[in-house]
């Protein structure tokens, strides 16, 4: 299953935004999904994965108290919830499936999509 991003834009430093990820033909309810992000020139770097019942979920601590990750698995979506923007939340957002392996690591999600580019300025 590939998904999709989508939802980033431009907010000033405080502002919110939220994103969705959404899989095109293909269900993926029982699929935890991860997100990550990827600035200029860095690794992909964990933010937050939702379990597919969606009770569970984890956060980077650089984002936690800031962003809720969510999902509707009648809607085939997933959501996150960006609070309090700082400039270095700016990059591009991806989400994908879990494979296996720790969460924390892009190399245990697959089928990466196009991410969305979120910038938050100062």
Do not use: H
């Not at 923007?85 to 245990?108: F, H, N």
């Amino acid at each position: 299953v590939q998904l999709q991003a989508s939802g980033g834009g431009s907010v000033q430093a405080g502002g919110s935004l939220r994103l969705s990820c959404a899989a095109s033909g293909q269900t993926f309810s029982s699929a935890t999904v991860g997100w990550f992000r990827q600035a200029p020139g860095k690794e992909r770097d964990f933010v937050a994965a939702v379990t597919w019942g969606g009770g569970s979920t984890i956060y980077a601590d650089s984002v936690k108290g800031r962003f809720t990750a969510s999902r509707d698995n009648a809607k085939n979506t997933v959501y996150l919830q960006m609070n309090s923007l700082k400039p270095e939340d700016t990059a591009v957002y991806y989400c994908a499936p879990y494979r296996s392996g720790s969460y924390y690591y892009a190399s245990s999600f697959g089928s990466w999509g196009q991410g969305t580019l979120v910038t938050v300025s100062s």
